[in-house]
């Protein structure tokens, strides 16, 4: 009776060890299972993504074909659906022009432009020396603190941090390279987003005929003496196809006449951001994107984890 009792227990707790390896084994699987799925569908996702770009560039060249002179909300890149529907899910397309923000990378070499985007800061409810400080250490950060600028915030400034670091000292790549500047908090950030951008070049010119009428700050911030109902009136007065000459522009708005080296009616510089979503994963893909010698080309990729 006694062998029998024992054999019992052993038999149990064989079966017990047995069920614990299954259960591990099953857990496992299904992990590898949805693993291996979730990577399978970010890889469609960035496929997805590299068709939305040729569909931008076909876009885009089209258009400077039909116009060579001008960029507007009236052409196929603005006026494209935003979404596409595929077999597993949709892809979302959105096209800016990259002319219609402020673009950060023009600030350490010029003291008007820095002078305009602490206007835009002050615009955003910043205290006078808040902007200042703040306009001062973005240039900083962007040229290593070589200007001596009032108010900046220079290498020293973050090497007294836990852990220390330098300023980049170079052009930003993306507008989430502001994070760690002296000065930034997330709302800051989080208004100055749908504003600026970030281009290859140090120059900043607005598109006239693109700027979005929740983008009217980015004039006051260059016409401080006009108010936001003349700034919204002049944009609900263009043209759908916008304006031919900077000339009819500024007729609408006259201290405009004394910024025409800011402005354009043109632009060689778009934005594409693509999310495509699928059943477990939503894609998202940033591009910046140059139309140039009658060729589209991207110029920056990645996928981000955030909207901007």
């Keep these: ?63 400077a074909v039909d116009d060579v002179r001008h960029t507007h909300l009236a052409q196929q890149w603005a006026t494209a659906g935003p979404l596409f529907m595929l077999p597993d899910g949709e892809l979302e397309v959105r096209i800016r022009d990259a002319r219609s923000c402020f673009n950060i990378n023009a600030l350490p070499d010029d003291e008007d432009i820095q002078r305009i985007f602490i206007r835009l800061l002050r615009l955003l409810q910043l205290e006078p020396l808040q ?45 989430s390279e502001l994070r760690p500047v002296r000065g930034i908090t997330p709302d800051i950030l989080q208004q100055l987003r749908p504003l600026v951008c970030v281009l290859p070049e140090k120059n900043f010119t607005l598109n006239l005929n693109t700027l979005q009428p929740e983008q009217w700050l980015l004039l006051a911030a260059l016409l401080p003496d006009s108010s936001q109902s003349e700034i919204l009136r ?14 009819q522009a500024v007729a609408g708005l006259e201290p405009l006449a004394g910024q025409r080296r800011y402005l354009t009616l043109n632009s060689n510089y778009f934005t594409l951001r693509v999310t495509a979503r699928m059943a477990d994963v939503d894609y998202r893909q940033y591009s910046l994107l140059q139309r140039k010698n009658g060729k589209v080309s991207v110029l920056r990729r990645y996928p981000e984890m955030e909207e901007e």
């Design 1 to 63: 009776m006694k062998q029998r009792g024992m054999a019992l227990l052993t038999v149990l707790l064989l079966l017990a060890v047995i069920v614990a390896l299954v259960t591990v084994v099953t857990e496992r699987w299904f992990f590898s299972f949805h693993y291996s799925l979730h990577l399978h569908q970010r890889l469609q996702g960035k496929w997805h993504a590299a068709a939305a770009e040729n569909i931008a560039a076909m876009a885009l060249l089209q258009d």
């Design 131 to 175: 902007a200042e400080r703040l306009g001062a250490a973005i240039a900083d950060w962007l040229d290593g603190g070589v200007k001596n600028r009032s108010g900046g915030a220079k290498d020293d400034s973050y090497q007294a941090s836990d852990p220390p670091f330098l300023t980049a000292s170079q052009p930003l790549w993306h507008s």
């Design 234 to 247: 002049w944009l609900k007065q263009r043209p759908a196809a916008g304006w031919e000459t900077l000339e």
